[in-house]
C-alpha cells in the first residue's frame, strides 16, 4: 500500500492541516474569505486546537443519529499520513449552524427517511460553501438508499449523483486505490455530486461503515466495502485539500 503525502493546500475551514511525509511538520493555516466560506464560529468549543481536525456525525431528519458508522478511520489517518485528527466524532444536527465548523460530516442509516426543508437548505449551502458530505447505506440498505438518492435529487437537482471514476483524485491522496473491494459480488462504484468543480458528496450505496470496528453494529448480511478504512481516510484527505 503506497503512501501519498498530502500537498499543502489552503482549504476554506479556519483550521489547520498537518501536511508532508515521514517527519514533515509543515503546518498550512486557512483562511476564512469575505466570500461565505467556513470558519470555526460553528466548531464544538472544547480543549481541542484549532490544528486538529474534527470531524461531524450528523444527526438529520431530526432525531436520527449515523451512530453505525466507524470513526476507526480517523485513528489511521494519524498513522499514515500528516493529518492531525480528533478520535471521535462530534454529533452534530443538521438544521444548525455548527456544521459550518467541519470540513468533513458523515450520514448514514438503514430505513427510510425525509429531510426538513431548513434541513435540506443548510446541507445545500454547507456544501456550497466548501463542506463535504460523506454518505453510506447502512448494511447496504434499500429503503436509505432510495431516500438519500430523493433526498439529494431534491437537494441538488442541477447537479446529479455520478459515478466517480478510479483515476478520480480521490482515489488517489493519501492511500493509492485501485479498485473497491467488498464483502461478496461485485461492489457498487462510488457516487459524487460535484459542486464548484470539486466533490461536495460523496456516496456509496453499498456501505463505507467499517462496522467491524464499532459497537453493537453490524453490516447484516450487507454489501459492505472491506477497503473502507482507506476509502475514508482519502474522502478526509480530500476535503481537506480540495
Known amino acids: 500500500m503506497q503512501f501519498h503525502a498530502i500537498t499543502k493546500h489552503v482549504p476554506r475551514f479556519a483550521l489547520a492541516v498537518f501536511v508532508g511525509v515521514a517527519m514533515a511538520a509543515a503546518v498550512g493555516r486557512a483562511q476564512t474569505d469575505a466570500g461565505g466560506s467556513l470558519g470555526t464560529e460553528g466548531r464544538a468549543s472544547g480543549s481541542e486546537p484549532d490544528s486538529v481536525v474534527q470531524v461531524a456525525n450528523l444527526v438529520y431528519a431530526r432525531t436520527i443519529s449515523s451512530r453505525c458508522f466507524s470513526d476507526h478511520f480517523l485513528i489511521q489517518a494519524e498513522k499514515d499520513s500528516a493529518i492531525s485528527t480528533s478520535r471521535r466524532f462530534h454529533s452534530v444536527k443538521l438544521y444548525g449552524e455548527e456544521i459550518y465548523g467541519y470540513p468533513l460530516v458523515l450520514m448514514t442509516g438503514e430505513q427510510t427517511f425525509r429531510l426538513p426543508d431548513d434541513e435540506r437548505e443548510n446541507l445545500r449551502r454547507y ?115 480540495y
Open 127 to 241: 456544501v456550497e460553501r466548501g463542506g463535504l458530505l460523506l454518505a453510506s447505506a447502512g448494511c447496504s440498505s434499500i429503503e436509505w438508499d432510495r431516500a438519500f438518492r430523493r433526498e439529494m435529487a431534491a437537494i441538488f437537482s442541477d447537479q446529479p449523483l455520478e459515478p466517480i471514476d478510479m483515476s478520480h483524485p480521490l482515489f488517489h491522496t493519501v492511500y493509492e486505490i485501485g479498485q473497491l473491494k467488498s464483502a461478496h459480488g461485485t461492489p457498487q462504484p462510488l457516487l459524487g455530486i460535484r459542486v464548484g468543480g470539486r466533490l461536495g458528496v460523496v456516496y456509496s450505496p453499498d456501505g463505507l461503515n467499517d462496522t467491524g470496528h464499532t459497537e453493537g453494529c453490524c453490516c447484516c448480511g450487507g454489501n459492505e466495502l472491506r477497503n473502507a478504512i482507506e476509502i475514508n481516510v482519502n474522502v478526509l484527505a480530500y476535503a481537506l485539500t
